[in-house]
């Protein structure tokens, strides 16, 4: 072999050899300064409140605080670039929901599914159709037969485009036949907002996000986008009762950059295990009219996976795909 060649790969192999040590020795150690929460909507959504409930328990856990940063921008995939391109090293993690898996489907990411290791969910919410308390319409009957008979007039805040609240919309036009003008916003708090400032006639975003101004006075949800009814909405019918076969709904958990190594992933999976069993962390999320739901990450990792496949194929079939 030339020589020059064999100095070129025993360099190789040192340094790989000295890189992996030092990453092995750096985390054995870990955490020993604040890890990033990145949260990839604005302030005041569900997926920021439930971040910030995470953190403020998680501390109990951990040797060192979590502190929650919002990086929104392009329905997600600002924040979700962010955290696949950051060093794998636990001290910028995320919140990962569905938006993991439809994103790099819409051409706006440069990232996919495949560049996040999954930590554990917590929490799965519906989507659900809500407007002004002092709107027209009364019932989810009421609020189509006015979106069909005036096409593209009706405008409906989303999260962000390509976002699980779009697709929402983009699922109900495509088994009703009507047609809505999609309003992005970076986040599902700004979407609210404007719903109560009357820029917009709807939102598809969870009941959880719009549930304050429901109790209000200020807004009415008018159908639920799940099998059954959700509890603390009972009153609220589903879709499904109505006739339309419409289920979507949002996940959100805790996301690592792939490469991460075991031992940090380890610490971090117990860590969270241990927050998200905390009473104190359940009752938050009852609070916030959220619905606790834990799963390990071989179980999220299979969300993930489906979820892939099925927006992949829907955003397709909706001719919204990239």
């Known amino acids: 072999m030339n020589p020059k060649k064999l100095v070129s790969r025993l360099l190789t192999v040192l340094c790989g050899s000295v890189l992996l040590y030092w990453t092995a020795a750096y985390a054995a150690d870990y955490p020993t300064r604040q890890i990033e929460l990145v949260v990839v909507t604005q ?32 329905g997600g995939a600002v924040g979700y670039t962010e955290i696949a391109a950051s060093r794998p090293d636990g ?49 989810v009957e009421e609020f189509l037969s006015y979106a069909k008979d005036n096409p593209g007039k009706v405008r409906v805040g989303n999260s962000g485009t390509g976002g699980i609240w779009h697709l929402a919309a983009a699922a109900l036009e495509d088994k009703t036949g009507v047609k809505f003008n999609h309003i992005p916003y970076d986040g599902a708090n700004p979407a609210v907002v404007a ?13 959880a996000e719009v549930v304050n101004h429901v109790r209000g006075g200020k807004l009415r949800i008018l159908g639920i986008m799940a099998d ?4 603390g909405f009972d009153e609220v019918p589903t879709l499904k009762e109505n006739g339309i076969d419409v289920t979507i709904s949002t996940w959100r958990g805790i996301v690592v950059p792939k490469g991460t190594p075991k031992n940090v992933v380890d610490v971090l ?19 916030l009219n959220m619905t606790w739901h834990y799963a390990e990450a071989p179980q999220y990792q299979e969300v993930i996976n489906r979820d892939n496949a099925f927006f992949k194929a829907l955003m397709g079939k909706l001719g919204i795909a990239k």
């Open 269 to 287: 999976i117990d860590a969270t295990r241990k927050t998200a069993n905390d009473q104190s962390f359940r009752d938050a999320l009852v609070k």
């Open 195 to 207: 719903l109560l400032g009357g820029h917009i006639e709807a939102v598809t975003v969870s009941p």
């Open 91 to 139: 001290y910028r993690i995320g919140v990962g929901n569905v938006e993991i898996s439809m994103l790099p489907h819409m051409g706006v990411a440069r990232f996919t599914a495949e560049d996040f290791t999954p930590i554990a969910m917590l929490n799965v919410e519906p989507g659900a159709i809500t407007v002004k308390e002092d709107a027209p319409w009364k019932t």
């Open 228 to 231: 059954q009814r959700s509890k």
């Open 43 to 74: 302030a005041g959504g569900g997926t920021d409140l439930l971040a910030r409930t995470f953190a403020d328990v998680a501390k109990k856990y951990l040797p060192q605080p979590i502190g929650v940063v919002n990086k929104p921008g392009g």
